[in-house]
């Protein structure tokens, strides 16, 4: 049976904004307190999702949630209209209020980890909703997530979905930007390489000093125990604490893997040629030929791959079995790693083709293509069963467009987030949105 791996890529939401949320994302900080233009972004995104989908890729689309998070707001004590819960947060508790604003669910690679059918002892596609309690306004996500996940894929004959884990720092969990899957065929069981930045319950993991690893060990065990994964499909391996400390705060941003290919940076692991013998043992043990590029930090330095995101890319398989590299567009105004890439594309490797993206938007929130969107791998029946107003098609993408143009500001600053007006709109969007992609009712103000 044939199988693929279908992109969901986020949907930018209406409340864009640069909120300065994420410590040690160094793009989030230093941006923060910029005007934002959430059209501008929600329509690169599309854009991108567009081409993919030209390109013979099959496209998938996952919605953004409701903001501001009201009923976040109420749990935190504020009361009364949800015009009086957004003024009183406004004027006693701004980050609370921006907080609840950040449109980060765009970030899907961070939504949840998903581990196809052919690895799953029960033989479904699994998913598991990321807690991403590192930073609260990531952590109201993982509810309405868990519902829009279930609407995508509602058959449980084919998907299991599984709630976020505990929501301590313990079991800090993101998902699949720390999570990489290696085969020969995306139908066959492949191996299942999970990145963590600590340990909760060993000392004997060092950690970073300055910056949070926001994913333990502990959480990626639970994951692979709670998708069923056997042993041999499974590795795990320690992001350099260094690297979290000179900004890497998920692995996304100095690794990709596809099919039998890591593409790394020299320092972005601990121990890493035993990782890679494991890697390469595991697969082979499969049928694969486990194959690793490391770019070398005497071409390009950890900074310059923080700032320009090269590794933060889609690697995507052509039908002629070479690869091809999706990149930011700030990969190209960077003359060290756009140098890197000539070479790389010319060496006459596996990556033949690199294609440039405007994503400038998200960029400035630290998320770059392989952000925003997340992977699964999925055979014939398993596409087919997959709700079909979420797959992009060319009237999906110009009836998105037009809800974009019709619904969406194009300049958002702080002040603007206490508007209550701001809220109303969001709400007509995602109400439309709902019956466009054809979801149902997802969002709190829909089922409350
Ligand atoms: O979690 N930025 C996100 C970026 C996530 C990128 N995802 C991956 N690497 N997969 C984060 O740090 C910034 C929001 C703000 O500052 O307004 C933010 O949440």
């Given at each position: 049976m044939k199988s693929c791996e279908v992109n969901f890529d986020g949907l930018v939401g209406p409340?864009?904004?640069?909120?300065?949320?994420?410590?040690?994302?160094v793009a989030s900080q230093s941006n923060s307190q910029q005007s934002s233009n959430p059209k501008e972004a929600a329509l690169q995104g599309l854009a991108k999702m567009k081409a993919l989908m030209e390109m013979g890729f099959v496209q998938g689309v996952l919605a953004p949630q409701e903001r501001p998070d009201v009923a976040a707001l109420r749990n935190l004590g504020f009361a009364g209209t949800d015009a009086q819960v957004i003024e009183q947060a406004a004027k006693q508790a701004m980050p609370l209020l921006v907080a609840s604003c950040s449109a980060s669910s765009m970030w899907v690679a961070n939504a949840a980890t998903v581990s196809p059918s052919a690895d799953t002892a029960d033989g479904r596609v699994h998913f598991t909703a990321a807690n991403l309690n590192c930073k609260y306004h990531r952590s109201i996500e993982h509810p309405t997530t868990s519902r829009v996940l279930g609407a995508m894929f509602a058959d449980q004959q084919h998907f299991a979905h599984h709630a976020a884990l505990p929501a301590v720092a313990q079991f800090g969990d993101e998902g699949a930007a720390n999570h990489t899957r290696f085969c020969c065929d995306y139908g066959e069981a492949g191996v299942e390489f999970f990145v963590f930045g600590r340990s909760a319950f060993d000392t004997r993991y060092p950690s970073p000093q300055k910056y949070p690893a926001r994913q333990t060990l502990e959480a990626s065990q639970a994951v692979a125990r709670l998708h069923g994964l056997s042993e041999d499909g499974v590795v795990f391996g320690q992001q350099n604490p260094a690297v979290i400390d000179a900004g890497v705060f998920h692995n996304d941003v100095i690794a990709v893997g596809n099919g039998e290919v890591l593409f790394y940076h020299e320092d972005a692991f601990l121990d890493t040629e035993q990782m890679l013998a494991q890697l390469q043992g595991k697969l082979g043990q499969l049928g694969g030929n486990f194959q690793s590029i490391c770019v070398p930090r005497s071409q390009v330095g950890v900074e310059d791959a923080v700032r320009s995101y090269l590794f933060n890319s889609q690697l995507l398989t052509r039908p002629d079995g070479t690869m091809l590299l999706i990149v930011p567009e700030e990969c190209r105004n960077n003359e060290r790693v756009w140098q890197y890439l000539q070479g790389l594309t010319a060496s006459g490797g596996l990556i033949r083709e690199v294609n440039v993206f405007d994503l400038k938007q998200s960029m400035q929130n630290g998320g770059g293509p392989a952000c925003l969107r997340l992977r699964v791998a999925l055979n014939e029946t398993e596409l087919a069963a997959v709700n079909p107003g979420v797959i992009m098609t060319p009237p999906l993408y110009d009836t998105l467009t037009q809800w974009v143009d019709k619904h969406y500001r194009d300049s958002l600053r702080e002040t603007d987030l206490a508007d209550p007006q701001l809220l109303l709109e969001c709400r007509t969007a995602l109400d439309e949105l709902t019956q466009i992609l054809k979801l149902g009712s997802v969002y709190p103000f829909q089922i409350n």
């Open positions: 409340t864009h904004n640069y909120g300065g949320l994420s410590y040690g994302n």
